[in-house]
């Protein structure tokens, strides 16, 4: 399928954001593992989500997790330290997401688990058993999942759990997402120094707990609003100012491309306020989501960037430093990799497909952080876009309601 994206002549919207899928599947582990009845409210309905709540309520033999990093993390450490033996799957691509260095952690901690498949990668077969280890050392240079999904059994392990992180640590507000909803669930874990975290046993008790909306779906409307021309006005619902999401930075950071934050009860209003600046340099080792939302908002600003710390980026849904590479080659901006970690563009142009097909590689993000182009560049065409299910369903709605117009093709063309 693909679709055909018609801007609004203005923009003025209201917003209910789906809830974080980061906070939700954390929510659901850590309720699990507290073993209560006060299931957590507000929980995303995004498919990332759904995979999460359906091995966690069925358990079957064969757990497919689809697409979704975190369950697939998340759920193998889980499935570590309860009872029975499952399979945990997911797709073709996340099969080739690699998780040897939490295999590794966990069978340091007496885990049994089994490569189903290809040495490091899922599929994995895991027998839940005691685990006896309480001190490991492993990478946080790769991915913080790893890190979240050992500290959430850390606190039901009998002598709880000390982690020592080697290599310069990445997603580091995803970590301390982690501890902040431990905390919220009754357990006790934190930083001892730089790159140690200690978690005290006691596991978890059964506590009321709401999910907040999503802040990575949110930067792609400060994207809109940042793009949108006249004096664009966007409310999004069920966000909070002093938000454990790191993704909320993304707030500041568009300040700086001309979108001003106002925290209302409600959530956040979006305007547009003064210029953008005349380059962005910027580290997003912390907020690696919201690479995408930041490429192609500079671009078509045309605002000249160097990004770093996106070294994790090739090892999510999609490469995504390739993926942004080749899909804004059509829109006309040449950006440049370095090191498999950099992503800039001086501000060289090519010359531009008449009608571009973006192709969105079973990447959510690609078709989100795309869409918004059509208030700059017209005829502008999203393939597949029904990826976005995995964080935001009603995203293509939520376009609608706020005047865009989508037409949909059956086939890719
Ligand atoms: O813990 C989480 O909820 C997440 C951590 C990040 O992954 P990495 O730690 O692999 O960068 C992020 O990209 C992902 O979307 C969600
Ligand atoms: C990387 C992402 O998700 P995950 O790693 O959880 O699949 C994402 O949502 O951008």
Same mark, same amino acid.
């Given at each position: 399928?693909?679709?055909?994206?018609?801007?609004?002549?203005?923009?003025?919207?209201?917003?209910?954001?789906?809830?974080?899928?980061?906070?939700?599947?954390?929510?659901?582990?850590?309720h699990a593992l507290s073993g209560g009845s006060t299931r957590p409210e507000n929980l995303s309905d995004c498919n990332d989500t759904q995979v999460m709540i359906r091995a966690l309520d069925h358990m079957p033999d064969v757990i497919d997790i689809h697409a979704a990093g975190?369950?697939?993390?998340?759920?193998?450490?889980?499935?570590?330290?309860?009872?029975?033996?499952?399979?945990? $799957?997911?797709?073709?691509?996340?099969?080739?997401?690699?998780?040897?260095?939490?295999?590794?952690?966990?069978?340091?901690?007496?885990?049994?688990?089994?490569?189903?498949?290809?040495?490091?990668?899922?599929?994995?077969?895991?027998?839940? $058993?005691?685990?006896?280890?309480?001190?490991?050392?492993l990478a946080g240079n790769v991915s913080s999942q790893y890190i979240s999904a050992l500290l959430m059994i850390g606190a039901v392990l009998p002598v709880g759990l000390k982690l020592r992180l080697t290599g310069n640590i990445i997603s580091r507000p995803y970590i301390n997402?982690?501890?902040?909803?431990?905390?919220?669930?009754?357990?006790?874990?934190?930083?001892?120094?730089?790159?140690?975290?200690?978690?005290?046993?006691?596991?978890?008790?059964?506590?009321?707990?709401?999910?907040?909306?999503?802040?990575?779906?949110?930067?792609?409307?400060?994207?809109?609003?940042?793009?949108?021309?006249?004096?664009?006005?966007?409310?999004?619902?069920?966000?909070?100012?002093?938000?454990?999401?790191?993704?909320?930075?993304?707030?500041?950071?568009?300040?700086?491309?001309?979108?001003?934050?106002?925290?209302?009860?409600?959530?956040?209003?979006?305007?547009?306020?003064?210029?953008?600046?005349?380059?962005?340099?910027?580290?997003?080792?912390?907020?690696?989501?919201?690479?995408?939302?930041?490429?192609?908002?500079?671009?078509?600003?045309?605002?000249?960037?160097?990004?770093?710390?996106?070294?994790?980026?090739?090892?999510?849904?999609?490469?995504?430093?390739?993926?942004?590479?080749?899909?804004?080659?059509?829109?006309?901006?040449?950006?440049?990799?370095?090191?498999?970690?950099?992503?800039?563009?001086?501000?060289?142009?090519?010359?531009?497909?008449?009608?571009?097909?973006?192709?969105?590689?079973?990447?959510?993000?690609?078709?989100?952080?795309?869409?918004?182009?059509?208030?700059?560049?017209?005829?502008?065409?999203?393939?597949?876009?029904?990826?976005?299910?995995?964080?935001?369903?009603?995203?293509?709605?939520?376009?609608?309601?706020?005047?865009?117009?989508?037409?949909?093709?059956?086939?890719?063309?």
């Amino acid at each position: 399928m693909q679709y055909l994206l018609n801007a609004p002549a203005s923009l003025y919207a209201t917003v209910q954001l789906p809830a974080s899928k980061s906070i939700s599947n954390r929510a659901l582990i850590l309720h699990a593992l507290s073993g209560g009845s006060t299931r957590p409210e507000n929980l995303s309905d995004c498919n990332d989500t759904q995979v999460m709540i359906r091995a966690l309520d069925h358990m079957p033999d064969v757990i497919d997790i689809h697409a979704a990093g975190t369950a697939m993390r998340f759920l193998t450490a889980y499935l570590c330290v309860t009872p029975g033996t499952h399979t945990i $799957t997911g797709t073709e691509r996340m099969q080739q997401r690699p998780i040897r260095i939490l295999v590794d952690a966990l069978r340091t901690l007496g885990a049994r688990i089994d490569y189903a498949g290809n040495e490091g990668f899922p599929p994995l077969c895991i027998n839940g $058993t005691q685990l006896t280890g309480s001190e490991i050392e492993l990478a946080g240079n790769v991915s913080s999942q790893y890190i979240s999904a050992l500290l959430m059994i850390g606190a039901v392990l009998p002598v709880g759990l000390k982690l020592r992180l080697t290599g310069n640590i990445i997603s580091r507000p995803y970590i301390n997402l982690t501890l902040q909803l431990m905390h919220d669930f009754g357990a006790q874990a934190g930083w001892t120094s730089e790159s140690s975290i200690d978690v005290t046993p006691g596991g978890y008790r059964d506590t009321p707990f709401r999910v907040e909306s999503d802040w990575s779906a949110a930067s792609y409307w400060y994207q809109m609003t940042a793009l949108a021309t006249g004096s664009p006005e966007v409310e999004l619902l069920g966000l909070f100012a002093n938000s454990a999401q790191g993704d909320s930075r993304g707030a500041e950071l568009f300040a700086r491309l001309g979108v001003q934050t106002e925290y209302i009860p409600q959530g956040v209003k979006l305007r547009k306020q003064g210029h953008p600046v005349v380059r962005l340099d910027e580290d997003l080792v912390d907020i690696p989501d919201l690479a995408q939302t930041f490429v192609v908002t500079c671009c078509l600003l045309d605002v000249p960037f160097r990004f770093t710390g996106l070294q994790s980026l090739k090892i999510k849904e999609t490469d995504r430093i390739c993926a942004l590479i080749t899909e804004l080659r059509k829109l006309g901006y040449v950006i440049h990799a370095e090191q498999d970690s950099i992503l800039w563009w001086d501000g060289e142009r090519c010359p531009a497909d008449e009608q571009p097909g973006i192709d969105t590689y079973e990447d959510h993000r690609m078709a989100m952080a795309f869409a918004p182009a059509c208030l700059v560049c017209p005829s502008i065409r999203i393939n597949e876009p029904q990826v976005v299910s995995k964080s935001y369903p009603r995203y293509w709605d939520d376009l609608q309601a706020a005047g865009f117009g989508i037409t949909a093709y059956p086939e890719s063309r």
